[in-house]
């Protein structure tokens, strides 16, 4: 896979311009800032003129991404699933659900590498690109994806209340109304949950795009 921050460095590197670098390539400059950000990937032949104008191969304009972090989300995930076994007082959930939460999340990984052209750019949970926008777009971006997972947590009770499975649900009792009360317990749920994980996006999203910037000079 190009990377577009590679691209980007070996133009930089040869002092030249996107509309320089167009010119010399016979595309278009918004073409070339597309490759640099990920958007949309050069064709053979214009990978081949880059190198030669570079004087590199191909394979330098290639990043192989590190996935450690993923592996310590997954422990953290995971250690969390536990606990919320321990609370429901359930050790089945105990056991399972950090072994299903693992393989969700490793399993969503690697969709996302396989579905997006460009892995080395800092993206969401789901593939939502980091790079080359504003706080307030990414801040869109987080809550976007946290109100995702929240809804489908509260999907996931609504589908266990349904099959009977209150074993494997949260139910508290506050009020006598049994409606009511699920309604109290999924809103709260809803609201706790998007906010918890759009902090963890907020913090892991904005920890990876500096990092993004600082490894690329930017």
Known sequence: MISGDMLKYYREKANLTTKELAKRINAPKVIVELWEVGKKMPREKDIAKLCEIYGISESDLIIVPKHNHRIIISIILGIISIIIGFIVKSIVIGIFAP???????????????????????????FSLPLDGIGL?????????????????????????????????????????????????????????????????EFVIGEYLKKQYKENNHE
């Open 99 to 125: 072994i299903m939460v693992a393989i969700l999340f490793l399993t969503t990984m690697c969709i996302k590498d396989n579905f997006s052209k460009s892995s080395d750019i800092p993206k969401t949970l």
């Open 136 to 200: 307030k777009e990414r801040v869109h971006y987080y809550l976007a994806d946290a109100l995702c997972i929240s809804s489908t947590y509260i999907i996931f009770n609504i589908i266990c209340k349904i099959l009977g499975l209150y074993q494997i649900i949260i139910n508290k009792s506050f009020v006598d109304n049994i409606d009511l009360n699920y309604a109290i317990i999924w809103s709260s749920l809803f609201l706790l949950l998007s906010v918890l994980v759009f902090i963890i």
